[in-house]
Nanobody, 123 residues
């Protein structure tokens, strides 16, 4: 059983930076990891994904150039570096894993999700 635990959420000012972390534990052949966000009244949005061990990455247009997804060498921890944060980035961010997933990122491909970490943006 795969467990995903996110951390690093909190409050950030517009234009600031935040780094989210996700630690994966358990036996599961996860070939891609991603970050999905959700805020009240909006649909879930696939923000970023990383395929394989340091392979290809995907970013939603809304975060391209500002967010960076990465993972450690062991592939057990995935990060989301958030720079130049905007008010519309406020959401609960979920780490998710999949055995196989498509490019562009398709949320339905991700069968395992963490419980989420909240990001608020306020000045």
């Amino acid at each position: 059983l795969l467990q995903l635990v996110e951390s690093g959420g909190g409050s950030v000012q517009p234009g600031g930076s935040l780094r989210l972390s996700c630690v994966a534990s358990g036996s599961y052949d996860r070939n891609c990891m991603g970050w999905i966000r959700h805020s009240p009244g909006k649909e879930h949005e696939g923000v970023a994904a990383i395929y394989g061990r340091g392979g290809s990455t995907y970013y939603a247009d809304s975060v391209k150039g500002r967010f960076t997804i990465s993972q450690d060498n062991a592939g057990n921890t995935v990060y989301l570096q958030m720079n130049n944060v905007k008010p519309e980035d406020a959401a609960t961010y979920y780490c998710a894993a999949s055995r196989a997933c498509r490019i562009p990122m398709v949320i339905a491909d991700f069968g395992y999700w963490g419980k989420g970490t909240q990001v608020t943006v306020s000045s």
